[in-house]
């Protein structure tokens, strides 16, 4: 059964940063397709981050040169770095493995950033 569990949320003036990690059971980051998402109250989830099984990434235009997906493959660990956070970056970060054709979910972790 793959679990993914996330951590490092947290308020945070704008300006700031933040490191979410997601670890998982069950599966190796490094064998799936994993990556970040977002939603804020009232909108849509939103695509964040893609982490590929070669390492390759792809970031949302919001978020390009501001975030860097990456993974330990020997804590099976994937990160999401979070620099010169803004106001609108406020959201639930969640992870997600693509793993046999099906996408697993962790359960989220609060990001604020304060004005």
């Known amino acids: 059964q793959v679990q993914l569990v996330e951590s490092g949320g947290g308020l945070v003036e704008a300006g700031g940063s933040l490191r979410l990690s997601c670890a998982a059971s069950g599966s190796s980051f490094s064998d799936n397709l994993s990556a970040w998402y977002r939603q804020a109250p009232g909108k849509q989830r939103e695509l964040v981050a893609t982490?590929?099984?070669?390492?390759?990434?792809t970031y949302a235009e919001s978020v390009r040169g501001r975030f860097t997906i990456s993974r330990d493959n020997a804590k099976n660990t994937m990160y999401l770095q979070m620099n010169s956070l803004k106001p609108e970056d406020t959201a639930l970060y969640s992870c997600?493995?693509?793993?046999?054709?099906?996408?697993?979910w962790g359960q989220g972790t609060q990001v604020t950033v304060s004005s």
């Open positions: 997600a493995a693509l793993v046999s054709g099906r996408r697993h």
């Open positions: 982490l590929s099984r070669g390492g390759d990434t």
